[in-house]
């Protein structure tokens, strides 16, 4: 039989399948493998065919837009979002639009075009959330903005337009629906409970331990109880605080030391899967400070979304959490 | 420049992306080819391959479960959900869960395996709309089941499993997300105005013209203002109705001829595109008669959802609507 489950934070039911219940065998993998590209605009020597880079790290007195880095952000070169202009917000009859106003930034996380999330060393890792935390913190000075996304998508097959592993990042004049329903139910958690719903979260997971995948110090990653895709994991700080960007150094390594483990043992277990990475931190203006809590959702690609998703909003997971955990647990890199 | 143009009903925001312009011949385009397939279970003459019958049409005397049909509907063999057992609603610490109770149709829409819904004679598709209208009634009996989902997937990019031409039928024990939102936003609307808010939009594209693709006495079929995909494609029934199994057959007539007529205009522009189709309409037990109004969803499958997507919910769209109604308006067929 299977289970209806409810994801205790936006209330959004997910089918956990028993029955067409799939084993990683099962799925349709399509490893991600990294060629060559002599063209790739993201490579160490193509400076030129990026637009001015915003930042770079790891420049021992090389000139912007010239080699000698270890990380460099660059706008998008087609980006969905641009800065200039205004938002020039309008109806039209009973509708409602403004101008596609935005940043689009690119974080290439390393020169080489071989490495991955996985492959680079930790330092590297932790280089490039520290680069997304200083850009978010440089875009939240324009007033224009609402909330600042961060993602990847890792492998042609999860939205990837360029191999060269990258970071994308968005800030938007908007709170988006996904961002804005975990927000507004976490809201309500807390005015009912006086506690943040996600540590209360933690709290039970650590404690029942069917759904934890790997703990550290400062970082927990679990199976959600109520996951709308098979092996989705989650990476929850065990600290609570409610913006990615106000979280220190010392825990951002934690959290790609974390982050590499787990990719790594992902790359094992789901045979170098297509994914996409997103950190969920608080929209910007708002004072949830003790209601929301910032995380990464990581979302292996394994399944097709069809039109029983789209019509409903009711996904249907062929694994169950409990036995993604613990395939990923036993994984060992 | 890009517009964030807002869904009027359910607050959606989606990006139409000017810059990222996409015309036909700029999707990756997977035409559905369909095949002859001798182990078919849809066909007829294997009768044996499905569960018993629930419902057929055509019949001349022959026994259920046999060849000389127009039309079956079966329970789906890998049900998502089942008729069978109890509810049993029962909380696991925070979080909340109930068995998968359900019901999971098949509606074969004909017993030949080489027509889709743009080949088949006008008569058929209302004999499919009919069948969905009929096996609504019945379900809605159970008062376990809180709203029913009717969904297309056409061609195996969209989802469909089985490529003989096929509707699913969901009757669920909750109101999904995608549906609640829906009736939420016209409920707000209604709550406002006084007025159906599909019926505002209806008078709104009439008289704009340039979202419109067809109409007839009955339907409308426009581009929507704030659409999700590349030529999604909504047909809105012009009287005010909360319910789709309250049409009368007149209307599932005109409907069907609507949808004949689009589908065949969108395999000639997109080349034979997979799709997703779904009929929307209100949940079962509430009373939304006056703020409600059921309408046909498709959406041709042109492009990738990835991360940026799931983490915001903010959908990008590479093509305006007004682009797309005039390609679809003038496609003749």
Redesign the interface.
Known sequence: ??????D?V????V?V?T??RKRRSDFHLEPVRVTSDSSCPFCEGHEQMTARELLAFGRQGSAPDTPGWSLRVVPNQ?????VE?TLDRQG?????????IGAHEVIIESPRHEETLATLPEDAVEQALWACRERVHDLKRDQRFRSI?I???HGA????AVEHSHL?L?A???V??????EVEGARAHYEIKERCAFC??LR?EIT?GRRVIAESADMVAVSP??PRFPFETWILPRRHEARFEDTPRQELASLARMLGDLLRRMDKALEMPPY???I?SAPIKEALGESYHWHVEI?PKLT?????E?????Y?NPTTPEEAAEVLRETRV
């Open positions: 039989m299977s289970e209806l489950r409810k205790s936006t209330g959004r039911w089918i399948s029955e067409r087609v980006p969905v979002l641009r202009g039209e009859g009973l509708f409602d639009k403004m101008n596609g996304v993602f990847k998508n097959a999860a939205g990837a994308q968005l938007l004049p908007i988006p629906r996904e961002v804005r329903d209360d979260i039970q029942d109880y109520a996409n990475l997103l969920h979302i097709k979304v069809a039109g029983f789209w019509a409903t909003g009711l249907l």
